[in-house]
Protein backbone atom coordinates (compact mmCIF):
# COMPACT_ATOMS: atom_id res chain seq x y z
CA UNK A 1 0.00 0.00 0.00
CA UNK A 2 1.37 3.58 -0.84
CA UNK A 3 2.17 5.72 2.09
CA UNK A 4 2.33 9.67 1.77
CA UNK A 5 3.89 11.11 5.01
CA UNK A 6 3.41 14.67 5.81
CA UNK A 7 5.62 15.76 8.77
CA UNK A 8 3.59 17.82 10.43
CA UNK A 9 -0.53 17.40 11.01
CA UNK A 10 -1.28 20.61 12.72
CA UNK A 11 1.29 23.88 12.26
CA UNK A 12 1.23 27.19 13.92
CA UNK A 13 3.55 29.68 12.95
CA UNK A 14 3.80 33.55 12.89
CA UNK A 15 3.56 36.09 10.11
CA UNK A 16 7.59 36.44 8.73
CA UNK A 17 8.47 33.15 9.61
CA UNK A 18 10.29 30.65 7.06
CA UNK A 19 8.13 27.74 7.28
CA UNK A 20 9.12 23.85 6.13
CA UNK A 21 6.42 21.12 5.02
CA UNK A 22 7.94 18.15 4.42
CA UNK A 23 6.44 15.32 2.15
CA UNK A 24 8.00 11.56 1.62
CA UNK A 25 6.27 9.00 -0.03
CA UNK A 26 7.72 4.98 0.01
CA UNK A 27 6.79 4.02 -3.77
CA UNK A 28 9.40 5.20 -5.80
CA UNK A 29 6.91 7.48 -7.71
CA UNK A 30 8.02 10.00 -10.17
CA UNK A 31 5.47 12.55 -9.69
CA UNK A 32 4.86 14.91 -6.42
CA UNK A 33 2.45 17.50 -5.55
CA UNK A 34 1.96 20.32 -3.19
CA UNK A 35 -2.01 21.61 -3.11
CA UNK A 36 -3.59 23.66 -0.99
CA UNK A 37 -7.09 22.96 -0.29
CA UNK A 38 -9.36 25.97 1.07
CA UNK A 39 -13.45 25.92 1.26
CA UNK A 40 -15.28 26.58 -1.88
CA UNK A 41 -12.24 27.12 -3.75
CA UNK A 42 -11.36 23.42 -3.88
CA UNK A 43 -7.70 21.72 -4.32
CA UNK A 44 -5.26 24.56 -5.98
CA UNK A 45 -1.92 23.28 -7.37
CA UNK A 46 1.03 25.22 -5.66
CA UNK A 47 4.06 22.98 -7.31
CA UNK A 48 4.48 19.70 -8.93
CA UNK A 49 7.43 17.52 -9.49
CA UNK A 50 8.26 14.63 -12.46
CA UNK A 51 11.33 13.86 -11.18
CA UNK A 52 14.55 14.57 -8.78
CA UNK A 53 15.26 18.39 -9.44
CA UNK A 54 12.76 18.92 -11.19
CA UNK A 55 9.84 21.56 -10.77
CA UNK A 56 7.10 23.19 -12.58
CA UNK A 57 4.29 25.70 -11.14
CA UNK A 58 1.08 25.43 -10.93
CA UNK A 59 -1.80 27.77 -10.19
CA UNK A 60 -0.94 29.30 -7.70
CA UNK A 61 2.88 28.96 -6.61
CA UNK A 62 3.33 32.77 -5.43
CA UNK A 63 4.57 32.89 -2.29
CA UNK A 64 5.78 29.45 -2.15
CA UNK A 65 9.36 27.50 -3.50
CA UNK A 66 10.36 23.60 -3.71
CA UNK A 67 12.71 21.54 -2.90
CA UNK A 68 13.21 18.23 -4.68
CA UNK A 69 16.63 16.24 -4.02
CA UNK A 70 15.93 13.14 -3.62
CA UNK A 71 12.87 10.98 -5.20
CA UNK A 72 11.17 10.33 -2.16
CA UNK A 73 11.05 13.41 -0.64
CA UNK A 74 9.74 16.67 -1.90
CA UNK A 75 9.64 19.57 0.28
CA UNK A 76 7.59 23.13 0.47
CA UNK A 77 8.92 25.81 1.50
CA UNK A 78 6.94 29.27 2.86
CA UNK A 79 9.42 32.06 2.32
CA UNK A 80 7.46 34.75 4.01
CA UNK A 81 4.64 33.17 6.08
CA UNK A 82 1.73 35.35 5.68
CA UNK A 83 -1.94 35.19 7.44
CA UNK A 84 -3.91 34.27 3.58
CA UNK A 85 -1.59 31.23 2.97
CA UNK A 86 -3.38 29.64 6.63
CA UNK A 87 -4.69 26.69 4.91
CA UNK A 88 -4.58 23.12 4.47
CA UNK A 89 -1.37 21.44 2.43
CA UNK A 90 -2.01 18.38 0.83
CA UNK A 91 1.17 16.16 -0.72
CA UNK A 92 0.30 13.86 -3.23
CA UNK A 93 2.71 11.44 -5.34
CA UNK A 94 1.95 9.04 -7.92
CA UNK A 95 3.01 7.20 -11.18
CA UNK A 96 2.19 8.86 -14.59
CA UNK A 97 -1.20 8.11 -15.50
CA UNK A 98 -2.24 6.87 -12.00
CA UNK A 99 -4.22 8.20 -9.73
CA UNK A 100 -2.92 10.62 -6.96
CA UNK A 101 -2.10 9.41 -3.33
CA UNK A 102 -2.15 12.15 -0.54
CA UNK A 103 -0.98 12.65 2.17
CA UNK A 104 -3.00 12.91 5.42
CA UNK A 105 -2.56 16.75 5.01
CA UNK A 106 -1.31 19.93 7.54
CA UNK A 107 -3.36 22.46 8.97
CA UNK A 108 -1.40 25.24 8.62
CA UNK A 109 -1.97 28.92 10.73
CA UNK A 110 0.02 31.78 10.16
CA UNK A 111 -1.46 34.31 12.70
CA UNK B 1 -14.34 28.04 -17.97
CA UNK B 2 -13.17 25.40 -15.34
CA UNK B 3 -11.42 22.12 -16.59
CA UNK B 4 -13.56 19.94 -14.57
CA UNK B 5 -17.35 21.10 -13.03
CA UNK B 6 -19.40 19.45 -10.25
CA UNK B 7 -22.90 20.00 -8.47
CA UNK B 8 -21.86 21.35 -5.58
CA UNK B 9 -24.59 19.79 -3.96
CA UNK B 10 -25.82 19.16 -1.11
CA UNK B 11 -27.21 16.03 -1.66
CA UNK B 12 -29.22 15.02 1.03
CA UNK B 13 -30.62 11.32 1.18
CA UNK B 14 -32.04 8.65 2.94
CA UNK B 15 -30.48 5.65 3.84
CA UNK B 16 -30.91 2.93 1.19
CA UNK B 17 -31.42 5.24 -1.85
CA UNK B 18 -29.65 5.43 -4.97
CA UNK B 19 -27.70 8.50 -5.83
CA UNK B 20 -25.90 10.04 -8.92
CA UNK B 21 -23.20 12.32 -9.55
CA UNK B 22 -22.48 13.83 -12.70
CA UNK B 23 -18.75 15.48 -13.44
CA UNK B 24 -18.44 17.27 -16.91
CA UNK B 25 -15.13 17.83 -18.04
CA UNK B 26 -13.95 20.64 -20.90
CA UNK B 27 -10.35 19.44 -22.53
CA UNK B 28 -10.81 16.56 -24.67
CA UNK B 29 -7.11 15.65 -24.49
CA UNK B 30 -8.28 14.57 -20.91
CA UNK B 31 -6.80 11.04 -20.26
CA UNK B 32 -7.54 9.25 -16.73
CA UNK B 33 -10.61 9.72 -14.59
CA UNK B 34 -11.58 9.12 -10.76
CA UNK B 35 -13.65 9.72 -8.55
CA UNK B 36 -12.32 10.54 -4.62
CA UNK B 37 -14.33 10.57 -1.35
CA UNK B 38 -12.79 13.08 0.95
CA UNK B 39 -14.24 13.09 4.90
CA UNK B 40 -14.30 16.18 6.77
CA UNK B 41 -11.29 17.66 7.24
CA UNK B 42 -9.14 14.20 5.73
CA UNK B 43 -7.28 13.84 2.88
CA UNK B 44 -9.08 12.70 -0.38
CA UNK B 45 -9.08 8.72 -1.01
CA UNK B 46 -9.32 7.29 -4.39
CA UNK B 47 -12.52 5.80 -4.39
CA UNK B 48 -12.61 4.34 -8.57
CA UNK B 49 -10.90 5.16 -11.02
CA UNK B 50 -13.05 4.89 -14.23
CA UNK B 51 -12.63 3.10 -17.02
CA UNK B 52 -14.13 4.16 -21.02
CA UNK B 53 -16.39 1.15 -20.53
CA UNK B 54 -17.65 1.83 -17.32
CA UNK B 55 -17.35 -0.18 -13.68
CA UNK B 56 -18.45 -1.28 -10.89
CA UNK B 57 -17.14 -1.84 -7.35
CA UNK B 58 -19.65 -3.15 -5.24
CA UNK B 59 -22.80 -0.43 -4.75
CA UNK B 60 -20.80 2.14 -7.09
CA UNK B 61 -20.70 2.49 -10.39
CA UNK B 62 -19.12 4.72 -12.09
CA UNK B 63 -19.60 5.67 -16.00
CA UNK B 64 -17.77 7.18 -18.85
CA UNK B 65 -18.55 9.58 -21.78
CA UNK B 66 -16.60 10.66 -23.91
CA UNK B 67 -18.49 12.26 -26.59
CA UNK B 68 -20.53 14.30 -23.99
CA UNK B 69 -17.13 14.84 -21.98
CA UNK B 70 -18.72 14.27 -18.65
CA UNK B 71 -18.62 11.10 -16.14
CA UNK B 72 -20.73 9.60 -13.26
CA UNK B 73 -21.04 7.75 -10.25
CA UNK B 74 -23.90 5.99 -9.02
CA UNK B 75 -24.21 4.79 -5.59
CA UNK B 76 -27.19 1.72 -4.71
CA UNK B 77 -28.78 1.24 -1.55
CA UNK B 78 -26.54 4.56 0.62
CA UNK B 79 -25.38 3.79 3.62
CA UNK B 80 -24.82 6.24 6.97
CA UNK B 81 -21.16 6.10 6.34
CA UNK B 82 -21.29 7.03 2.39
CA UNK B 83 -21.81 10.60 3.67
CA UNK B 84 -18.58 12.72 2.22
CA UNK B 85 -17.72 14.96 -0.08
CA UNK B 86 -16.85 13.34 -3.86
CA UNK B 87 -14.52 14.67 -5.96
CA UNK B 88 -14.16 14.02 -9.46
CA UNK B 89 -10.36 13.97 -10.81
CA UNK B 90 -8.85 14.20 -14.28
CA UNK B 91 -5.74 13.80 -15.99
CA UNK B 92 -4.32 15.10 -18.83
CA UNK B 93 -2.38 13.08 -21.86
CA UNK B 94 0.78 14.55 -19.77
CA UNK B 95 0.67 12.18 -17.46
CA UNK B 96 1.52 14.39 -14.56
CA UNK B 97 -1.54 17.23 -14.27
CA UNK B 98 -4.11 16.70 -12.65
CA UNK B 99 -7.63 18.63 -12.47
CA UNK B 100 -10.70 18.75 -9.66
CA UNK B 101 -13.69 19.42 -9.54
CA UNK B 102 -14.52 21.04 -6.48
CA UNK B 103 -16.73 18.46 -5.22
CA UNK B 104 -20.42 17.48 -4.26
CA UNK B 105 -21.42 16.66 -0.85
CA UNK B 106 -23.58 13.82 0.15
CA UNK B 107 -25.22 13.98 3.40
CA UNK B 108 -26.69 9.89 4.47
CA UNK B 109 -29.89 10.19 6.29
CA UNK B 110 -31.12 7.76 8.96
Known amino acids: DVKVTQSSRYLVKRTGEKVFLECVQDMDHENMFWYRQDPGLGLRLIYF???????EKGDIPEGYSVSREKKERFSLILESASTNQTSMYLC??????????FGNGTRLTVT | RKEVEQDPGPFNVPEGATVAFNCTYS??????FFWYRQDCRKEPKLLMS???SGNEDGRFTAQLNRASQYISLLIRDSKLSDSATYLCVVNRKSGNQFYFGTGTSLTVIP
Open chain 2, 27 to 32: NSASQS
Open chain 2, 50 to 52: VYS
Open chain 1, 49 to 55: SYDVKMK
Open chain 1, 92 to 101: ASSLRFSPLH
